[in-house]
């Protein structure tokens, strides 16, 4: 079970990579980022999103003295060290066990440099220990119901998500291999 909602696991992504954030500089990534569209983030999921964050102890607010254009004085956000571990114990877990095309496991993509790389490769090798369960159960199922033998409809319902988790079987691993051969852009952020 998932310790934090998508929107909470984002805003304490982006206050993390950011250092400190105000709504409108998370707002200004969601859009730039597109979580929008393939994470459900809406304005108003952003906000709301913060304040249960700052209930949960996970982020501290101060208002900047630092203006931009004619609103009120900016509200910016950081993370304490117990949203610090929250964030990591939930990039780790989605990397780990998150279900094919689940954008949970986006959402863990997204934040892939806020942990070390030997941890990164740690959670992929136990998605892929994972996905590999998950293709064990939906085959021994498909078998048992009669696998070439069913309907067409039926035989996708089965045959589709095993192609699915071939396809993410071969990105996890291609990841990995980037990661082991230290590619620049993840070296640079730790």
Same mark, same amino acid.
């Given at each position: 079970m998932n310790t934090l909602s998508n929107v909470e696991f984002m805003l304490l992504q982006i206050i993390a990579e950011s250092g400190q954030a105000s709504g409108y500089d998370i707002k200004k990534l969601v859009d730039?980022?597109?979580?929008?569209?393939?994470?459900?983030?809406?304005?108003?999921s952003i906000y709301a999103g913060l304040k249960k964050l700052s209930n949960k102890g996970w982020i501290v607010h101060e208002v900047s003295d630092e203006k931009c254009g004619k609103g009120p004085m900016p509200t910016r956000y950081a993370l304490t060290e117990a949203g610090n571990l929250v964030l990591k114990h939930e990039i780790l877990d989605s990397l780990s066990f998150s279900r094919e095309r689940d954008n949970r496991f986006d959402l863990g993509l997204a934040a892939l440099t806020l942990i070390r790389k030997e941890e990164a490769i740690l959670a992929l090798r136990k998605r892929l220990d994972f996905l590999e369960q998950v293709s064990l159960r939906i085959r021994q199922k498909y078998e048992s119901q009669g696998s070439?033998?069913?309907? /067409?409809?039926?035989?996708?319902?089965?045959?589709?998500?095993?192609?699915?988790?071939?396809?993410?079987?071969?990105?996890?691993?291609?990841?990995?291999?980037? /990661?082991?051969?230290?590619?620049?852009?993840y070296e640079q952020n730790n």
């Open positions: 730039q980022r597109g979580y929008r569209s393939w994470a459900n983030i809406g304005t108003t070439v033998n069913l309907p /067409l409809n039926a035989r996708s319902l089965f045959l589709h998500p095993l192609s699915l988790i071939e396809g993410e079987q071969a990105f996890v691993v291609r990841l990995i291999n980037e /990661l082991l051969e230290g590619t620049s852009e």
